[in-house]
Every structure is written in C-alpha cells, then in structure tokens.
C-alpha cells in the first residue's frame, strides 16, 4: 500500500520515521542498531534522506533496501533536484520504481555547504513543483510527498507566498505534505488553517524532533528555522548540566506535541529521530505513540 493509500483508509495516525544514510563507520553502527531496534515501533512507514549530490539512485536506494530487508514494508526513499539534470532524475526514479519502491518524497535540496543561492543543474529543476510534475507524468502510480514549512522557507519572503508555492506542487500531483519540525504546537495548527483556506486539501503530516539536548536545537537552527517556545528553553536551560534531565525535558515536550497534535486532527507523526532508536523508546514518549496508534 503506498503512503497516501495508508494515510486515507488507517483507522489511526500514522507513526513514520525518518533515516538517514550513514557517512562514515561510527554512524553506520548507530544506524544499524536503531533502524533494528526501530522496527518494534511498528511504524507505518519509513522515509530515507538525500544527501548533497542528489543521487536517490545511491546510498538512499541502498539504505531504503536495507530497510525493506529488515522488515519494513513501505519506504519512502527522498529524492532532490541537486546536481541532477532531468535525464539523471529519471534514471535515479526509474531505478526506485523498478525496485519496487512506491513512494518517493520529492524535494528541490538545499545549496551546497557554504552556498547561499540554489542553482539548478544544467537540465534540471529550478522548484520541487517541476520534479513532482516531472514524477507524476513519468511514474502516474507512484504516490508523491512534498515539503511544508509551518514557520515557512527560509529563502521565502512570508508565509502566504511560500503557500502558494506549496499549491503548486500540490497542483503539480504531490499527494500529501510532511512539515519541517517545529516546536510550538500553533505553527502547525495555523499553517494547517491557511493552507486549507488556500485551497490546498491534501494531508499535512507534522514533522517531529523529539529534542533531546540545547545543542541539538542549535545544530538544527544552522539549517532551518523554527522557533523555540520560551518555557521550553528555560527549562533546558536549567538542565544544562545534567544531561539526563535535559533529554527528560526535551522528551517530555515531544510527547505532549504529540498528544495534543493527534486530538487537533492530525494524520499522523513523522518523526526525526535522527537514525537513534533509544529516542522513541523513552517510556512516556513510546507511550504516547503506542496511544496513537491505539496500542
Ligand atoms: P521548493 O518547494 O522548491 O521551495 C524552495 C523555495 O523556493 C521556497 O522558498 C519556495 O517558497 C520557493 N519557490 C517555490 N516555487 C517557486 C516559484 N515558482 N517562484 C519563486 N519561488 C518559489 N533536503 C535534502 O537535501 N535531502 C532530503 O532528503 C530532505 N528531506 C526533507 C524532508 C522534509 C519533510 C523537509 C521539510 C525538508 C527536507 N529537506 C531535504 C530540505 C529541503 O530540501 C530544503 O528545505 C530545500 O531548501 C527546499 O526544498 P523544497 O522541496 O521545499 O523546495
């Protein structure tokens, strides 16, 4: 079943998990151990990055069969517009679709480290809009998701014109939106309202980072913004040495996100757990998604 046919007949929220593909030996060991581990999640599906170079046809189709062997039975491998010109993109997505994949979360990527301005290659996307558009006319089956920004992208001028460029993709055949993380609750809830009234009608997932540490937060703001709520930050400002406490803390607000996000009508959680298992497995934390997923 592919993402969207889940998303529209599960009698639950979805649980979805994002991997991303190891560089060197230490994160091929972390990977390891959680991608095992996470399959007593039972997650829904599981979704697999794309690092710079754009390639989905490398270390995310490996990583994304890799998944599949170990049990999880929908994987999403992401795919961008990086460094790809169109006759690579429909190299790299035909492979994906000929290896049985049948989701592919379609992105334009980010600029290279310490470039500011996306160029597109030579015969490539300027837009996610195009790869979607691109997808849909090459690969009619397969069941496409696209990015939203509850805080909105950094290069957009203000919200309501980043929505616009959301329809667009929307229009251009993606099925379902999964949100950048955020940690107010109402960045969501508001951004889900102004896309409805924008006309967009298809599910917007939240995406989570269940935090586990203040510099963990700091790393995430050098590549994407969100706010961070003034009562969480005081209190894992008090916990700065004890580390413990702050992951407690972190945990502790992810769960309460959570709940309260599945009660105001959400279709399900992907979270990014950054490859570690032992994150979702934090008792109140795995409590609350066994609750949404009514286990
Ligand atoms: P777009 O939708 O093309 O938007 C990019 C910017 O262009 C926005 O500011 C938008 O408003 C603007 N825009 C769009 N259309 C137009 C237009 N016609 N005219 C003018 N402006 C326009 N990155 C990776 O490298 N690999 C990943 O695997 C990955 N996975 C992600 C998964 C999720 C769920 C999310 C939320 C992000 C992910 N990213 C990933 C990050 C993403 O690639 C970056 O945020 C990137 O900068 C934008 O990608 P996009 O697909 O949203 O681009």
């Not at 980072?209 to 913004?225: G, W």
Request: proline share 6%; aromatic share 8%.
């Amino acid at each position: 079943m592919t993402v969207i046919q889940k998303l529209k007949t599960a009698k639950h929220p979805l649980i979805s998990v994002e991997f991303f593909p190891p560089k060197t030996g230490a994160a091929q060991d972390i990977f390891t151990k959680g991608a095992v581990e996470l399959t007593g999640l039972k997650s829904d599906f599981v979704s697999v990055t794309c690092g710079a170079g754009g390639s989905a046809a490398g270390p995310t189709l490996e990583i994304s069969k890799r998944l599949r062997g170990l049990g999880y039975d929908s994987v999403m491998p992401h795919c961008t517009c990086v460094g790809m010109s169109r006759a690579e993109l429909a190299r790299s997505t035909d492979e994906i679709a000929a290896q049985g994949f049948q989701n592919i979360m379609a992105l334009r990527g980010d600029p290279p480290r310490g470039e500011k301005l996306f160029k597109p290659a030579a015969d490539g996307f300027r837009y996610a809009a195009e790869l979607v558009s691109f997808l849909r006319e090459r690969h009619p089956k397969i069941c496409i998701g696209t990015a939203g920004y509850p805080e909105k992208h950094p290069e957009a001028p203000d919200l309501k014109t980043d929505i616009l460029h959301l329809k667009e993709k929307v229009n251009a055949g993606a099925d379902f939106i999964t949100t950048q993380l955020f940690l107010d609750n109402r960045a969501y809830f508001e951004f889900v309202e102004k896309c409805r009234a924008a006309g967009i009608t298809v599910p917007i997932v939240p995406g989570l980072l269940p935090v586990i540490s203040l510099e963990q937060i700091n790393r995430m703001r050098t590549f994407c913004d969100f706010h961070v709520p003034a009562e969480l930050l005081k209190n894992l400002e008090a916990a700065q040495n004890d580390p413990v406490q702050m992951e407690r803390t972190g945990l502790s607000w992810a769960s309460e996100q959570i709940s309260e996000l599945v009660e105001g009508g959400a279709p399900g959680i992907h979270l990014y757990l950054l490859n570690r298992a032992q994150t979702a497995f934090y008792p109140e934390l795995f409590a609350c998604l066994s609750r949404v997923r009514g286990r």
